[in-house]
């Protein structure tokens, strides 16, 4: 078949919200496998792209996390604060630059070197959003600042050091909920402590 944009003719393009993010109805036609053009409308809320990293300590097998409130969790049923990597929005810097500024934000560790494992999307079917991901080797020695996140932007975070296996414990047991933060425990399960 033929590049994706010849297959595609957008019509319109609506804005229903410019508040916090862009919320965008886009009425398109697309060419079908088949040979058939067929009239489309999907909403894109466009948040920008992020970066999430997990870091670890392989002598002590640890990780560290973070444990903050998030509103739709919460009114999805998730009535506790949500367990996760630390990560946030690329905010016009680069993906490295971005996630050695948050971890310290959030955790108060400083990272040096970060290596990024992969990218993806995490919800293609409503959200422009592309993921960095990184990991990070982290000592006693790292811990520097507070941490706790940025007041005047809502956060209110803890950081949380634990045992990679308890980590993994709390994604079967449901208290780990979050895609992203899964998706790199068990990529340090696979790859970082195997």
């Not at 398109?28 to 670890?56: K, M, P």
């Not at 040096?112 to 494992?117: D, L």
Request: proline share 2%.
């Amino acid at each position: 078949m033929s590049n994706l944009s010849d297959r595609l003719r957008i019509l319109t393009v609506e804005v229903l919200s410019n508040d916090w993010y862009v919320l965008k109805k886009t009425t398109f036609d697309f060419l079908r496998n088949d040979g058939t053009w067929q009239r489309q409308s999907r909403e894109t809320y466009d948040r920008g792209n992020g970066a999430v990293i997990l870091l670890y300590n392989l002598a002590r097998k640890t990780v560290v996390l973070t444990r903050q409130f998030r509103y739709p969790a919460f009114v999805n049923g998730h009535a506790d604060l949500l367990i996760e990597a630390p990560a946030g929005l690329l905010d016009n810097s680069s993906p490295e630059e971005s996630i050695r500024k948050e971890t310290m934000e959030e955790t108060g560790y400083v990272v040096g070197e970060v290596k990024k494992i992969f990218e993806a999307f995490m919800s293609p079917g409503s959200v422009t959003e592309k993921l960095h991901f990184f990991v990070a080797e982290y000592d006693s020695s790292s811990k520097q600042k507070a941490g706790g996140g940025i007041v005047t932007e809502g956060e209110d975070i803890e950081a949380l050091e634990l045992d990679l296996d308890d980590a993994l414990q709390r994604i079967r047991s449901g208290e780990i909920k979050d895609g992203k933060t899964i998706m790199l425990l068990q990529y340090a399960k696979l790859y970082l402590f195997s």
